[in-house]
């Protein structure tokens, strides 16, 4: 069994030879481990650095983000032969040498994703806004995808080559909520173990500040949502309107059969049609939209029957 670690990195060249150093050489199951540094448009020398310390590197010509970063990761990892796959952060905040316990689940057939989890772990610092934030990430992770995971937003995480396979990420931002929406659309079985955390050495590169880290995340997360859910989500909001339109719509009916007259409710009757047309106008919408889902699935199939 192969096992491939990718690093996505920009301008880590002062951690990355840290992370490479720190991951083990050997593992009991894996014959092979091979290091794919993906060196995001860097500016600095955190390429040269990964290959001084005999990591492959794939350059991107410039920065293209965390998610495509990722993806080309996956791609590479696979096109190595990798039967499993680790990603891990190039800024040192995570321990290295606790990857034989996020490979560990997928070798004993008892998992096809492993999260490290920070918060059944050990923190040794994280500041309130990032915290809460994860916890709110996590919490509105499991409310959409209908999985209990401690840790949605960790960057430490191991793949099964199926679960590699499956893993037609759409976003240009982050691949941590999507990962996970796909793993429940195709029911993949998820672990999580209890991984280390560190003080970070500098700033993020990555992002600029939580609540923009926030704010795109959200629309990911909401876009990834309707990507895999369209029909339940239109439904849902158009029943709301309809429900509205037939709750203020009730009264103007019954003074109408009462009198047979609409007024004085004339505006009520206004809002009811307008709360009923809206309603039944977004549940044709979650139709179509569940029609392209169906078209979308296929293509992800011949994607990942290419890929395999």
Known sequence: MKLAITIP??????????????????????????????????????????EKCGAAVV???????????????????????????????????????????????????NAEIVLGSRFKGWIEEMPFSKKFGNILATKIVNFVSGLRVS?????????????????????????????????????LKIAEVPVDFRKREGKSRLFGSIWGYAKRAGITLLIAYLNYHPLKFFLSLGGLFVLGGLAAGTRVLLHFLETGMVQPYLPTALLASLLLI???????????AEMVKFSRKAQDEILYFIKK
């Open 151 to 187: 840790d949605a937003q960790t960057g430490f995480r191991a793949f099964s080559r199926e679960a590699a396979l499956r893993m037609n990420i759409s976003s240009d931002f982050t691949y941590t909520q999507e990962s996970l929406l796909i793993a429940q659309e195709y029911k």
């Open 9 to 50: 990195a920009f301008n880590e060249e002062k951690t990355i030879a840290k992370v490479i150093g720190e991951i083990p050489r050997r593992i009991e199951g894996i014959k092979e481990i091979e290091i794919i540094v993906i060196d995001d448009g860097s500016t600095d020398n955190t390429g040269k650095i990964a």
């Open 59 to 109: 350059r991107h010509s410039g920065n293209r983000g965390l998610a495509k970063a990722f993806r080309t990761g996956l791609d590479a990892a696979l096109e190595s032969g990798a039967g499993i796959i680790v990603n891990t952060d190039a800024d040192f905040q995570y321990n290295q040498k606790q990857i034989p316990l996020l490979v560990k689940p997928i070798l004993d057939g």
């Open 278 to 288: 809206l309603g039944f106008e977004v549940i044709i919408i979650g139709l179509v």
